[in-house]
């Protein structure tokens, strides 16, 4: 099924530790972002791409990269994992003027 | 930038009743207004969406209306069921597509 696809689903790292969270979308949209959803505090964006090759920065990016080398892939890379980033993560895609495709997040927790 | 508030944060009804969110936005070139329906363990999904040049829009028992001069928008869902309770997030977009979302609405709806 066209969407967002986004693996692991679940992780547990431990401090310091590094890692990637893969985001895939086969819907050929320009625009895809990173989101983490703590209680309380909503969606907030960490980063986000206008299109292969172009990255910004969104609310919270700081312990968080990101790469756009294709349309597709979209993965985030935590640095250096710390207990502050224990949270859900949502990749998420649009098409200019539309709105978003989300999925199905990553559930990661840092110990 | 964009600033989103949502209210109310919670919202107990019983199945039957009607229930209604209201969001509000401080930036006059936001033009596109999309909700989300988040269920427990998954992502959000887009369900409606007003584009600035609307007042209201309805899909069966969900509606939407936007008044641009008082800058808020609500989101109206009728005769409610045990499976709309979920967590609901309005969103504001302008010229950079990227959504500022409020913070969310746990949407109750008792039997």
């Known amino acids: 099924n066209a969407g967002v696809t986004q693996t692991p689903k679940f992780q547990v790292l431990k401090t310091g530790q590094s890692m990637t969270l893969q985001c895939a979308q086969d819907m050929n949209h320009e625009y895809m972002s990173w989101y983490r959803q703590d209680p309380g505090m909503g969606l907030r964006l960490i980063h986000y791409s206008v299109g292969a090759g172009i990255t910004d920065q969104g609310e919270v990016p700081n312990g968080y990269n990101v790469s756009r080398s294709t349309t597709e892939d979209f993965p985030l890379r935590l640095l250096s994992a710390a207990p502050s980033q224990t949270s859900v993560y949502f990749c998420?895609?649009?098409?200019?003027?539309?709105?978003?495709?989300f999925g199905s997040g990553t559930r990661l927790t840092v110990v | 930038g964009e600033n989103v508030e949502q209210h109310p944060s919670t919202l107990s009804v019983q199945e039957g009743d009607s229930a209604v969110i209201k969001c509000t936005y401080s930036?006059?070139?936001?033009?596109?207004f999309p909700w989300y329906k988040q269920e427990l363990g998954k992502g959000p999904q887009l369900i409606i969406d007003i584009r600035s040049n609307v007042g209201e829009k309805k899909d069966q028992r969900i509606a939407v209306t936007l008044n641009k001069t008082a800058k808020h928008f609500s989101l109206h869902i009728t005769e409610t069921q045990p499976e709309d309770s979920a967590v609901y997030f309005c969103a504001a977009v302008g010229g950079s597509y990227i959504p500022t979302f409020g913070r969310g609405t746990s949407l109750i709806v008792h039997p």
């Open positions: 998420a895609s649009l098409q200019g003027g539309g709105g978003y495709t």
């Open positions: 930036d006059s070139a936001s033009n596109y």
